[in-house]
């Protein structure tokens, strides 16, 4: 007597399970997989309705998905400078898949995740010792519009003394006050030094102005807070050919990342739409346009 074979079963745990009836997930299915997109009333209702809320996105200028390649440079900035896979996965409240597929080339990504990595900032593990130039351009900045360094120790929960070695050339710093001080920072440029006495102010301001500390304003238009390598001397002196296009490239290069039209960044930044025009296919890959040579 033979024996009738069962039909091989499909092997658990090898899918997630599908999304709920009534998603635009259930309707668009998993192409890749071979898995088709479900045709029920309410999982079709739902797909049209994601793809016309995508179609008005992207007709506004705010498209949900949005180019990966800025979000992988600022993960690499933020992965050189020390701070650990899992600390970006925190601040930016995402998964490390999220990480790992932006970084292994993937084209496109959400918006909001994009947004949330974007807006990450490099904070060392509390154990760890950096480079104290950061924290010290903050003391300076914020003694640079009044706050004395009582003010910050207390808002900051770091010894004056500390604050005192830092300021006067520690070399190093730990992680947990780098954090504390950038946090104090972040809160304190948004206030004024309100409650203080007017003589300790004044005070703090003159020692900044007599020893050319930059106050908050202009870190916040120049950057490189926490680049040791950066001089804020040599902002002041003028900027040769090659720098000024240096910088030109920089400034369209952020704005693009934004999906700016190329008229917008050309009027922004004053400049012609050819240059704009120019710059951006540079930066999509295209051929490099040829520059004379400087004189010499």
Not at 16 to 45: D, M, V
Not at 197 to 224: N, Y
Request: glycine letters at 8%.
């Amino acid at each position: 007597m033979t024996t009738a074979s069962r039909p091989n079963r499909p092997t658990r745990g090898k899918r997630s399970p599908l999304p709920q009836h009534g998603t635009a997930a259930r309707g668009t299915g998993r192409p890749g997989q071979g898995i088709p997109g479900c045709k029920c009333q309410p999982c079709r209702n739902a797909k049209v309705k994601a793809d016309a809320l995508r179609a008005l996105a992207n007709m506004s200028g705010r498209p949900v998905r949005v180019p990966a390649s800025p979000v992988a440079e600022h993960i690499r900035s933020l992965l050189d400078a020390g701070m650990g896979w899992t600390r970006i996965c925190r601040a930016a409240h995402c998964s490390s898949c999220t990480i790992s597929r932006v970084l292994n080339g993937q084209e496109l990504m959400r918006r909001t995740a994009a947004e949330r990595i974007l807006a990450v900032k490099y904070r060392p593990a509390p154990g760890r010792t950096v480079n104290a130039t950061g924290t010290r351009r903050r003391i300076q900045a914020l003694m640079a519009i009044g706050y004395p360094i009582s003010s910050l120790a207390e808002e900051s929960g770091v010894d004056y003394s500390v604050l005192f070695d830092v300021l006067n050339g520690a070399a190093r710093v730990r992680g947990m006050t780098y954090d504390r001080v950038a946090a104090a920072y972040d809160w304190l440029i948004e206030q004024q030094p309100t409650g203080l006495r007017s003589a300790a102010v004044t005070v703090t301001k003159q020692r900044a102005r007599r020893e050319g500390w930059r106050d908050p304003q202009w870190w916040e238009d120049m950057g490189d807070i926490d680049d040791p390598t950066f001089e804020p001397s040599d902002v002041d002196r003028e900027l040769n050919r090659d720098e000024l296009a240096a910088l030109r490239r920089s400034e369209i290069e952020h704005l693009a990342r934004f999906n700016l039209s190329n008229h917008e960044i050309a009027a922004r930044l004053d400049i012609s739409v050819s240059t704009v025009n120019a710059i951006v296919r540079e930066l999509h890959g295209h051929q490099k346009r040829p520059r004379k040579p400087t004189a010499a």
